[in-house]
């Protein structure tokens, strides 16, 4: 795989310990997200979201994460043990309750998402304009209701100048 996302070093003020020693692993292993996902049984985002220090990690994707990525797991196991301190980057939030919790989503997995996108398709962005997007109400086995959000958004690389 010739894209793999990297910790930008001017987030690291901004980000757990965990974040650098995890990225150090995941770098000197030359390995993307979606492997380390398949190899602890975790989806993609969820995966780069706890490299963020934006999810919690179970002391069984501790274990797994240590083995994979060849870091001690007391070392893990302390750097990972307390809860997010989620969405550091961001001073404003939305007022709108609804429009709060899509702002959430976007702080809390924000970089998550772009680390996943940049090791898919390369350094780029996606478009807000060549873009679709769809809301689909699903209910589960329970009765209980979800709402489903699809973001489409054509990409687009960055121009080398």
Excluded: C
């Amino acid at each position: 795989m010739s894209h793999l996302a990297t910790l930008d070093t001017s987030l690291q003020n901004r980000l757990p310990a965990s974040a650098l020693t995890m990225f150090d692993a995941k770098a000197n292993k030359k390995l993307s997200f979606e492997t380390i996902a398949k190899e602890i049984g975790r989806e993609e985002v969820a995966v780069a979201a706890m490299f963020y220090g934006q999810a919690r990690a179970s002391e069984e994707d501790i274990k797994k994460l240590s083995s994979l990525l060849g870091v001690q797991h007391s070392l893990l196991e302390q750097q990972l043990q307390g809860f997010p301190d989620r969405g550091r980057t961001i001073d404003m939030p939305p007022k709108e309750p609804l429009i709060y919790r899509l702002f959430e989503i976007v702080q809390n997995y924000g970089y998550a998402y772009k680390a996943v996108l940049n090791e898919k398709f390369g350094d780029g962005i996606m478009s807000a304009i060549a873009f679709s997007t769809k809301v689909e109400k699903e209910t589960d086995k329970d009765g209980n209701n979800w709402a489903v959000i699809t973001l489409r958004g054509k990409w687009l690389p960055y121009s080398r100048f």
